[in-house]
């Protein structure tokens, strides 16, 4: 294979490549898997507050139980204490005060703890439901690749088939000129090579002047178009591939 037939081959199998990639990047199962992921994302961001939701009224909680211990603890200290002896009316004052103090701090905590565990319940029934949640969508996204993955299984063995191809296909053309193509192909989206028919680039289709097309004509095979700047096969022998 010939240097300029060679390229118009990559050109045609790179194209293809293009066909492929998008026919694989436009089937359903990848918009609903960048769907998934949306709502996997953020079902994670919820749960992660949920969770540290539950942790901190779980040390509020645990803080107010540990105060409540200690208030009922100091409390039985002090009316044991109080049985065991006489005790001056001061004394027995003072005992009545120390009571009375424990009894409303041991009011308070149980008065606060209460919305406390019915906040943990509900952040529990939250954090249950996120999790469920998030188990499905990680379902679904497994089941979603598999059907993607059966569904694209001849479009991916077409690539592998076009890719190896176009290795053979490249390693006829020179460096130099491989590497023009490629240039040529991100900046025309593909269409990097054209032919010359008659006076005419296939492509572009601007007409050449008479003096463009006589210079090409008897200038190397593969050139440049003076017009849009593509790679240019002028040999009217290669057939367009």
């Not at 044991?80 to 005790?87: H, I």
């Not at 063995?157 to 190896?164: A, D, N, T």
């Not at 296909?169 to 490629?182: F, K, P, Q």
Request: hydrophobic letters at 35%; one cysteine or more.
């Amino acid at each position: 294979m010939n240097e300029a037939l060679a390229l118009m081959k990559l050109q045609e199998l790179d194209l293809e490549l293009l066909k492929c990639a998008s026919t694989l990047a436009s089937m359903p199962q990848q918009a609903r898997l960048k769907t998934i992921a949306l709502a996997a994302k953020k079902v994670k961001g919820e749960l992660t507050g949920i969770v540290g939701q539950r942790k901190d009224v779980e040390l509020e909680i645990a803080d107010l139980e540990a105060n409540l211990a200690h208030y009922h603890e100091k409390t039985a200290e002090i009316q044991a204490s109080a049985d065991e002896g006489a005790y001056t009316h001061r004394q027995v004052r003072d005992i009545e005060q120390q009571l009375t103090s424990l009894a409303k701090h041991i009011e308070k905590a149980e008065f606060s703890v209460g919305p406390l565990r019915e906040k943990l319940e509900r952040l529990e029934r939250a954090e249950k439901n996120a999790r469920l949640t998030a188990e499905k969508l990680e379902r679904e996204r497994m089941a979603t690749e598999e059907s993607l993955a059966s569904g694209s299984s001849s479009i991916r063995s077409r690539i592998v088939e076009l890719s190896r191809e176009r290795e053979r296909v490249a390693a006829s053309v020179t460096a130099e000129h491989l590497s023009t193509y490629e240039a040529a192909r991100k900046r025309f989206k593909g269409l990097a090579v054209e032919r010359l028919r008659g006076n005419v680039p296939s492509v572009c289709r601007v007409k050449l002047q008479p003096s463009q097309f006589h210079d090409l004509a008897h200038g190397d095979e593969i050139t440049e178009c003076p017009y849009c700047h593509r790679m240019l096969i002028t040999s009217e022998e290669v057939d367009e591939a």
